[in-house]
T-cell receptor, first 114, second 110 residues
Framework: EPEVTQTPSHQVTQMGQEVILRCVPI?????FYWYRQILGQKVEFLVS????????KSEIFDDQFSVERPDGSNFTLKIRSTKLEDSAMYFC????????????FGAGTRLSVL | ELKVEQNPLFLSMQEGKNYTIYCNYS?????LYWYRQDPGKSLESLFV?????AVKQEGRLMASLDTKARLSTLHITAAVHDLSATYFC??????????FGSGTKLNVKP
């Protein structure tokens, strides 16, 4: 079964450093998402991406965040200057065009900012 | 901002019992999703509810949607230990933005 792949599974970084989280969505999917989940808390929407541009973003997704689909297969989330509070699990998801289609989530990247 | 409230947040039940998880949301939407998350794992899609009155069932789980009341329910019938997990509802807003509830942590005791 096709799956969403995320790398790395765990990223440790120093406060103020830039990190790039990588995702390979399912190949025929058109919508891509990034979510964040702080340990023990709910899943928070960060951004959705469609047709090579951001379609929606949350209040969390400020100027330190950016997304890119550099080569037609990868979908990346960049955090420019990490803060301690960015420590969380980051999930990528993708889905086909229709709203009836479910989102498939990747296994997540655990980001630890020291 | 759309608010999604789930209750209860924690649910401990015996095997064989029935229970319902509730998901209320604050703004009109006719797209509601239920997910399961096991500890330390990713989210698994359970149900997609696309219209008022939609009801879907899979095994011991049944989900329904009342868009007029802005309420979705996830009903558990004759719970088994394998259903222990955290269950999230999520509402699709403005075409492509998802709001998640706080989750209901279910513990089914054998």
């Amino acid at each position: 079964e096709p799956e969403v792949t995320q790398t790395p599974s765990h990223q440790v970084t120093q406060m103020g450093q830039e990190v790039i989280l990588r995702c390979v969505p399912i190949s025929n999917h058109l919508y891509f998402y990034w979510y964040r989940q702080i340990l023990g808390q709910k899943v928070e929407f960060l951004v959705s991406f469609y047709n090579n541009e951001i379609s929606e973003k949350s209040e969390i997704f400020d100027d330190q965040f950016s997304v890119e689909r550099p080569d037609g297969s990868n979908f990346t989330l960049k955090i420019r200057s990490t803060k301690l509070e960015d420590s969380a699990m980051y999930f990528c998801a993708s889905r086909q065009q229709e709203a009836k289609n479910i989102q498939y989530f990747g296994a997540g990247t655990r980001l630890s900012v020291l | 901002e759309l608010k999604v409230e789930q209750n209860p947040l924690f649910l401990s039940m015996q095997e064989g019992k029935n229970y319902t998880i509730y998901c209320n949301y604050s703004t009109t939407s006719d797209r509601l999703y239920w997910y399961r998350q096991d500890p330390g794992k990713s989210l698994e899609s359970l149900f997609v509810l696309l219209s008022n009155g939609a009801v879907k069932q899979e095994g011991r789980l049944m989900a329904s949607l009342d868009t007029k009341a802005r309420l979705s329910t996830l009903h558990i019938t004759a719970a088994v230990h394998d259903l222990s997990a955290t269950y999230f509802c999520a509402v699709l807003y403005n075409f492509n933005k998802f709001y998640f509830g706080s989750g209901t942590k279910l513990n089914v005791k054998p």
